[in-house]
């Protein structure tokens, strides 16, 4: 099995335990308090990583060029970007499908990819992103009535489109990282993905923090009276996005983003075994077409 199967099997593990918990938080300090905490809290992890690479490893420091600075910072304001797309999104739609709009994010990580590394998926790697999307999108209607109606509802209502272009701004994102950390080669794929990971959350907390300070003062109070739950989101989403990196380092984020449809899986399972919630018939099939495609992706 290849290295970056295991780790973008645990990233979305650790993704969907952040979600879980940032959802929590988004009641205590809003869409703009809950964002910022996954990147200001994460900051002393994505440093302990560097340190730990370099100082328990032995991993030399690599030095940041022009091209890595560039795509940090597109990948940086792309992902604050897409997760405001995201919070609109919610605004029209439910959180499972807004969030399964999003969730196109492969396809467009394939066409960016192809666009600015030139990298194009094979073709059973092409199968297998549109199973998972085509899965992920007959759960997005799963408890809606099929008609022509309904579908034009479910593509091109104002909710369809922010979860949408969330989707395609985060494939940005995806790339941009990728391309940002191949950009500054060796000492190995981990310090690569350390590095990256350690200059986007130290940028992405500086914006925010400015936008914050100058818009919503009483929002960035709570950041920091709520600096527990909002610690866990930082370590744990600054885990997940360390795992994300190193495994776009070594593979091509279209790929990496199909597999991380898993995360959906978990999703499901936690809904089933511990909420004790019921699911339908095309909620299961569109997770066994997600299934499908890991299956076709993997062998």
């Known amino acids: 099995m290849e290295l970056w199967i295991p ?15 940032q959802r929590q938080l988004k009641g205590r300090l809003g869409a703009a308090g809950a964002t910022i905490v996954r990147f200001l809290y994460g900051i002393p992890v994505a440093t302990a990583i560097v340190l730990a690479l ?11 060029n022009a091209q890595f600075v560039f795509w940090v910072i597109v990948g940086g304001l792309a ?7 995201l919070i609109l999104a919610f605004n ?3 959180f499972t499908v807004a969030t399964a709009y999003s969730r196109t994010e492969p396809v467009h990580a394939a066409l960016i990819g192809f666009i600015v590394l030139g990298e194009k998926p094979a073709a059973s790697d092409f199968i297998a992103i549109l199973l998972a999307v085509i899965g992920v999108a007959l759960i997005a209607v799963a408890r809606e009535t099929l008609n022509l109606a309904s579908l034009g509802k479910a593509i091109f209502t104002r909710g369809a489109l922010y979860g949408l272009a969330s989707g395609a701004i985060f494939g940005l994102a995806a790339v941009s990282y990728r391309t940002a950390s191949l950009a500054i080669s060796g000492p190995g ?24 300070a100058l818009k919503q003062r009483r929002e960035l109070k709570a950041v920091f009276v709520h ?20 495994a776009m380092t070594l593979q091509q984020a279209s790929i990496v983003k199909a597999l991380a449809q898993v995360e959906m899986i978990f999703a499901y399972a936690a809904t089933i075994f511990i909420f004790r919630e019921n699911v339908n018939s095309r909620e299961v099939i569109g997770c066994l077409l997600i299934i499908a495609g890991i299956i076709v992706l993997l062998y």
């Open 79 to 85: 992902q604050v970007s897409a997760q405001v797309f």
């Open 227 to 246: 600096w527990r739950l909002g610690l866990l989101v930082g370590c744990v989403g600054a885990s997940a996005s360390f795992l994300w990196f190193a």
């Open 54 to 64: 370099h100082f328990g490893f032995g991993h030399s420091l690599p030095e940041p």
């Open 92 to 94: 029209y739609r439910n």
């Open 7 to 21: 780790i973008t099997i645990v990233a979305a593990f650790l993704q969907n335990i952040r979600s879980t918990v």
């Open 189 to 212: 794929f981990l310090m690569q993905a350390s590095v990256t990971l350690f200059w986007a959350v130290l940028f992405q907390s500086a914006i925010l923090l400015v936008f914050m």
